[in-house]
């Protein structure tokens, strides 16, 4: 491992014990028990897109000799399960916790965030289609952002509706 990479392995994992810290002293989020069972059950289906996606990896790579990266073998099932989770909880209505603040900050960051990375993803599949694997998954990234920005705008307006 080369210097940068430790230097930036040990910058996300501060990050995440600043991120954990910070969330343990601060109010936690209230979900109603409809919520609740709406996110268990979320979960759950996460879990099993994520076992689905590894099985059609594991068939890919062993039986149709197709030449994956693992970064790819083990983002893309941890991606597409994130996104059954947050799909399956937003239609139900239970991804956003009652009372919860700050959505148009959340909502431009992730929707920018997310266009940024499909704008990516796209450009280095035009640009390089051999290494498809990094862009794919850069383009499930994005996917991924734009559907929790995309559900935060809907929130705010149907919160504002109903006033």
């Given at each position: 491992m080369d210097t940068l990479n430790i230097i930036i392995f040990v910058f996300f994992l501060?990050?995440?014990?600043?991120?954990?810290?910070?969330?343990?002293?601060?109010?936690?989020?209230?979900?109603?028990?409809?919520?609740?069972?709406?996110?268990?059950r979320g979960y759950k289906y996460a879990f099993i897109a994520i076992a689905v996606s590894d099985f059609l990896l594991l068939f890919l790579v062993d039986n149709l000799n197709v030449k994956i990266t693992p970064v790819f073998l083990l983002l893309a099932p941890l991606l597409i399960g994130c996104m059954v989770f947050t799909g399956y909880?937003?239609?139900?209505?239970?991804?956003?916790?009652?009372?919860?603040?700050?959505l148009l900050l959340s909502s431009i960051t992730f929707i920018l965030l997310g266009v940024c990375e499909l704008v990516f993803g796209i450009l280095g599949l035009i640009e390089n289609a051999a290494k498809w694997d990094h862009n794919v998954l850069l383009l499930l990234f994005g996917l991924f952002l734009l559907l929790v920005g995309v559900n935060y705008v809907y929130q705010l307006y149907i919160s504002k509706v109903r006033k």
């Open positions: 501060a990050l995440g014990y600043m991120l954990v810290t910070y969330r343990k002293n601060r109010k936690s989020e209230k979900y109603d028990e409809r919520q609740a069972v709406i996110r268990g909880t937003i239609f139900k209505g239970a991804y956003i916790a009652m009372h919860e603040k700050n």
